[in-house]
């Protein structure tokens, strides 16, 4: 059993930066490979980013590559989403999940995904 907590969400402007943290409990988080997802109102949740199980391999979304990076510590049981050059299209409610059977090579589809966090809140105003 894993549980997900995010945190680090709020209100930024256009080209600002927010850094978004996902704390995991119990024993065998490094055992499941970790991604972030985040949905927009009225819009199906998508795939931000995904990160391997040992940190050693990482996948964006086109639309963030280059402005978002995904880091986790597995002593810390923690995931890091660092987003930089922050757009209102980024605004949304951000997810970070857990898969056990998923690699990050083929990370992006939710319903392979067996542990989410509540989500916290980005706003990006323009």
């Known amino acids: 059993q894993v549980q997900l907590v995010e945190s680090g969400g709020g209100l930024v402007q256009h080209g600002g930066s927010l850094r978004l943290s996902c704390a995991a409990s119990g024993r065998t988080f490094s055992t499941y490979t970790m991604s972030w997802f985040r949905q927009a109102p009225g819009k199906e949740r998508e795939f931000v980013g995904g990160i391997s199980k040992n940190g050693g391999g990482t996948n964006y979304a086109d639309s963030v590559k280059g402005r978002f990076t995904i880091s986790r510590d597995n002593a810390m049981k923690a995931v890091d989403l660092q987003m930089n050059n922050l757009k209102p299209d980024d605004t949304a409610v951000y997810y970070c999940?857990?898969?056990?059977?998923?690699?990050?090579?083929?990370?992006?589809?939710?319903?392979?995904?067996?542990?989410w966090g509540q989500g916290t809140q980005v706003t990006v105003s323009s």
């Open positions: 999940a857990a898969s056990r059977l998923l690699t990050v090579a083929a990370p992006s589809n939710p319903l392979a995904y067996d542990y």
